[in-house]
């Protein structure tokens, strides 16, 4: 792995022909760590993820065995998988749904014995058309192999898993909009607390969600242990993590790195991953985990790549994509971009989020397009303010799910590092970098 | 008289078995339907509500929420370029206007010969190759003005129909078979979902 002598442990097949197949699989240890954890007890599966202390990768990196932990005990229980990525800059998943799909799968049936369901629904981004076809694929050879179906190995556990079709919304990689869009509704997040999923889930049964890649850890951490993957990266941020890049840099792509051990600036700069910014320019500033993260600047190069790490740096990891923006971006133009995205994908429960993002949108608009006002700069940050007061980080809420309170980072990040820029685009009506 | 033809009523009712509660197959219906029929056809979408237990009225409500659940006719060829952060660092609006032109549409619009509707995407997670177009929401890595044309040349002489099949049809391979848990259990789940639901 670059940088650090860690494992590749979710892209070892990446890159190998017919990485996708059962055949390419079980040649390269594929199917053996469901074989081992069903020799074990399912508390004794469980144990071995909490004790990797493997963090979610959805983007709340919430602990996946504490997560399990809380699953209310009921004879109808539900794994839910999230595929459904769609946080603006990040691949990691849709890459791991098309090259390695059984791995994936493999996952969900560790999971499943683990917690002893026997539903599992995996979710996957409508727009994923190849990806919804591997896994559908991977999912029937599975069945014909015996990985999943009716007493499992001759294990006597059984399980059936159903590949289900987003069909085109952001809200729905919300978990609990997730299984409102999975029971054939809207996709409208659920008030919680005080009820998470792992109590009133899935038609209202207790349901565990997790992320597509932090399936694809567990054959893994099964094979060798809890320990091990444990014993990587540093602190709470365990194991290693497909960071996606993207933006200006020489070489975007997903890369696999250790956690802790490798920094923003390895991972932007090192010829093996990043390889620099392009064409020689400058680092402007970048987003350290999606688009609802505030952005960070060159003095935040030296970052390591982990949760705690970044979040007492003032932003987060987030769903693990980097986007990188050098010196000839606009960061108006960047921030309504970004801004437009939101108000385009709001469910429209909430007022100040509906309305807020629309208002923000139109008002950056015109700043980027030359009809930006004095008072706009104190408008928008207004705006801001009533979807999440203080516009602080961690934020704070005045809506049902975090949608809203992921609208003010970008701006205020755009505003409190490049004010200037916003002051120039009002004074000359218009964009300087046109 | 189903609007659903034979092979397609059958695969509805597959889909509908799947699920514990049967408005979880609404998506992947409406997603069936579009397959059959390139849109999302009010016909459909009664057809769907029998299915699956609800109104005609709530499967158009929870249809509209979904950016690709068509309720008005498109294209051959949904042809979608996001424009989203990565992509607009790396030309995003270029190529969208270029699109336009060569396609002679504006975005939300189909071509006369009704062959390609263009829509501008939100992020398609393909951010390593920017910009990031779909055609019938496949990844075709169109990233400069040429390769467009050069695609759309193709498409238009009917060229690569195994790898992007017309608009609608999204998952070509078929589930083999259903449920295979024991009939008990999954008779007690349907049990509790249906006591939920009533």
Redo the contacts between chains.
Sequence with gaps: MPLTDAPRIVTARLGQRDSHTLERYLATGGYEGLHKALTMSPAAVAAEVDAASLLGRGGAGFPAGRKWSMLKKD??TYLVVNGD???????K??LLLESDPHQILEGVIISAYALQV??AFIYI??????G??RM??A??DA??HGAV??DIFSSGF???V?????????ICGEETALLE???????FPRIKPPFFPAVIGL???PTVVNNVETMANIPWIVTHGGAAFAALGAGRSAGTRLF?????VQR???YEVEMVKVSFRDLIYAEALGGGVREGRDLKAF?PGG?SAPWFGPEHLDLPLGQDEVGQAGSMLGSG?V?V?DSS?CAV??AW??TK?FA??T?GQCTPCREGAGWLERILYRIEHGGGREEDIELLMDVCDNISPGVQWPPQQTTICVLGPSIPPSISAAISRFGDEFLVHIKDGGCPYD | MSHFTTPMAARARQLVA????P??????L??LAQEQDGWLRPEAMVEIAEL?G?TPAEVR???S?????HTEPVGKYLV?VC????C???GAAELLAHAEERLAVRVGSTSEDGLFTLEE????????H?PCV?V????VRTTTADQFDALIDELSAGGRADEIPTHGT????????G????PE?IA??RA??AG?AG
């Design positions: 004879p109808v990525e769609s946080e603006p800059a990040t691949f998943d849709h026997t539903r981004r409508g727009e994923f058309a190849l919804l076809e559908e694929e999912l029937n069945y014909r179906g009716r059984s399980l059936d159903v590949v289900h079709p987003g069909a085109g919304a952001y869009s999975l029971e054939g509704k809207r996709g038609y209202g049964q996606a890049l993207s933006g200006h975007p792509g997903a987003i688009v994509s986007v923006m971006t133009r960047a971009r970004i995205f385009r994908e469910c | 799947l699920y514990p509660e408005r979880s197959a609404l998506l992947p409406c997603h699956v609800v409500g929870t249809a929420f979904y950016d690709m659940l979608s424009t989203n952060i990565a607009l660092l790396d995407a939100e992020c398609l997670a393909d951010c390593d920017p779909q019938n929401h496949r990844f999204l998952v070509r391979i078929r589930r083999n078979g449920l295979r848990v024991d259990e007690r789940e509790r979902a939920r």
